[in-house]
Each structure stands twice: as structure tokens, then as C-alpha cells.
């Protein structure tokens, strides 16, 4: 029961080894633990800070890569727009150099009946004339077989040329 009912030298050594603690811890623990304390407490608030720094630039880099994303995409529809322009381009230059061609084909191939046809034509005339001709000859020497009718063409012929 000395514990429950205490006396007045044990409280005193109580107190005494109490407080001799007290000053002990206070000397040679407490400011060491509540350095440690202390720099664990910035540590945390310098991590904080960092953390939120990070956070900040999560944002920046995710606002960025959205700016170049919609850059991006701008850039090709762009670069999209422009490759249908320059195709249609071709397309239509091939077109026309197409039309071009084509009319200029069409123009050789008149131009090319034409001299057929004004050949054809002189060949037409060449070969009536030469028939004319052959007719003419039947025609004369039938007249012509006749001593009569020979003097009678030359008389006439003659005749003719004196009158122009």
C-alpha cells in the first residue's frame, strides 16, 4: 500500500527524479527531437509546395498541349485544305492541257480532211479532165476519120482563130 498511500521522501524522489528527467530531456533530447520536428515540418511543407508547384505545372503543360494540339490540328487542316487546292489545281490543269490537246487533234484532223478533201477534189478534176480529154479524142477521130470532115474542122478551126 506504500504505493496507493505515499510518503512524503518517496513523493520528494519522485519529483526529484522527475524533474531531473524533465531537465534531461529539455538538455539533450528535446531540442534534437523537436529540431527533427521542426525540419520534418518543413520537409512536408517544402514537399507541399513542390507538390503544388507541380500541380500548377500539370496545368501549364496540360493547357499547352491542348494550345499545341489545336495548333496541330489547325496546321492540318491546313496543310489538308492546301493539298486539295493543289490537287484540284492539277486536276483542272490537267483538264484543260487535256482540252487543249484534244481541240488541237480535232483542228489537225479538220485541217487534215481539208487537204484530203482539196486532194480528192483535184484528183476528181484530173481524172475528168483526163476522161474529158479521152471523150474529146473519140469524139474527133470519129469526126475526123472522114478527109471531108477533116477539112471542114481545120477550115473552121481556122476561121476562129482569125475572128479573136
Do not use: C, Y
Not at 109 to 137: D, P, V, Y
Not at 154 to 163: A, C, P, T
Request: hydrophobic share 45%; glycine share 2%.
Amino acid at each position: 500500500m506504500e504505493l496507493v498511500n505515499p510518503g512524503i521522501g518517496l513523493i520528494f524522489w519522485m519529483a526529484l527524479a522527475f524533474g531531473l528527467l524533465l531537465f534531461i530531456l529539455g538538455k539533450f533530447v528535446w531540442p534534437p527531437v523537436l529540431r527533427a520536428l521542426h525540419e520534418r515540418e518543413q520537409s512536408i511543407e517544402l514537399a507541399l509546395h513542390e507538390a503544388e508547384k507541380a500541380r500548377e505545372e500539370m496545368k501549364q503543360l496540360v493547357f499547352s498541349n491542348e494550345q499545341l494540339m489545336r495548333q496541330a490540328e489547325e496546321e492540318r487542316d491546313a496543310l489538308i485544305r492546301d493539298a486539295r487546292r493543289v490537287r484540284e489545281s492539277l486536276i483542272e490543269e490537267a483538264r484543260q492541257r487535256a482540252n487543249d490537246e484534244a481541240n488541237r487533234i480535232i483542228d489537225n484532223a479538220r485541217e487534215r480532211i481539208h487537204f484530203e478533201k482539196m486532194e480528192a477534189i483535184t484528183e476528181l478534176k484530173n481524172q475528168i479532165a483526163h476522161l474529158s480529154i479521152e471523150i474529146a479524142e473519140k469524139v474527133l477521130q470519129n469526126e475526123l476519120s472522114q478527109p471531108e470532115r477533116q477539112k471542114e474542122f481545120v477550115q473552121k478551126s481556122i476561121d476562129k482563130m482569125n475572128l479573136n
